[in-house]
């Protein structure tokens, strides 16, 4: 059963995964078109730095993170003279680190699903006058519907799973910064293992219920396009 504790880590948890989630979709949904229309020669330095969370450890991220948030860090320092709190150790903290932890997730998945439409329809589109902002919306929104679905999924459920960047930049502050995961490493730490069991067999089944809803929607999808 959640204790009081682990009832207030999942809230956090959630409540941190949705909203990196809109965020996400926000930052990345520009970004990902950009980068699918985009012919500039060294874009490929711009989607490797999208990319770099993807091979580089959590802890290194964090630290970095870390380090900028901090009041000695550029922002939090610029945070600390104009006497603002600085983001290390907070939950808005916890938001920008796993901002750029998740990134390439939600922009991925985007920029693969506006490139698949090809420019075809966005020239037919224009051809009936609509509008830049127009064809974007009525056209390639619909039709990169499964790029939406699994960005979101994706963006959403590697957030839940955080841990190295969350415990760097966060820390491990009960109802402020402490998430499921690092909950889960508390209790095996305590070697409280059966409500690690828990934590952890909730955190499994609900990733696996996302992903399958991925699989299927883009599934669903698929055959409606073939038929």
């Known amino acids: 059963m959640l204790t009081d504790a682990d009832l207030a880590a999942l809230i956090i948890t959630l409540k941190l995964a949705a909203i990196v989630t809109l965020i996400l979709l926000l930052l990345g949904t520009p970004l990902a078109w950009w980068l699918s229309r985009s012919q500039w020669r060294f874009k490929f330095i711009l989607e490797a730095m999208i990319a770099l969370p993807l091979v580089l450890p959590p802890t290194v991220l964090g630290f970095y993170l870390l380090i900028a948030l901090g009041p000695h860090g550029p922002i939090g320092g610029l945070m600390q003279s104009m006497n603002l709190q600085p983001l290390a150790f907070t939950f808005t903290g916890l938001v920008i680190g796993s901002v750029f932890y998740s990134l390439p997730f939600v922009v991925q998945p985007l920029q693969t699903a506006f490139s698949a439409i090809g420019t075809r329809p966005m020239e037919v589109a224009a051809t009936l006058r609509a509008s830049p902002l127009d064809r974007f919306f009525t056209v390639a929104v619909p039709l990169a519907r ?82």
């Open 146 to 227: 499964p790029g939406f679905i699994t960005a979101t999924v994706l963006g959403f459920a590697h957030t839940l799973g955080e841990f190295g960047v969350v415990l760097m930049i966060g820390g491990n502050i009960p109802g402020q910064t402490q998430v499921l995961s690092i909950a889960i490493y508390d209790h095996v730490e305590m070697l409280d293992y059966s409500q690690a069991h828990w934590l952890s067999g909730g955190l499994l089944v609900l990733s696996f219920l996302l992903l399958m809803t991925v699989y299927a929607v883009n599934r669903r999808f698929a055959l409606v396009q073939s038929s």
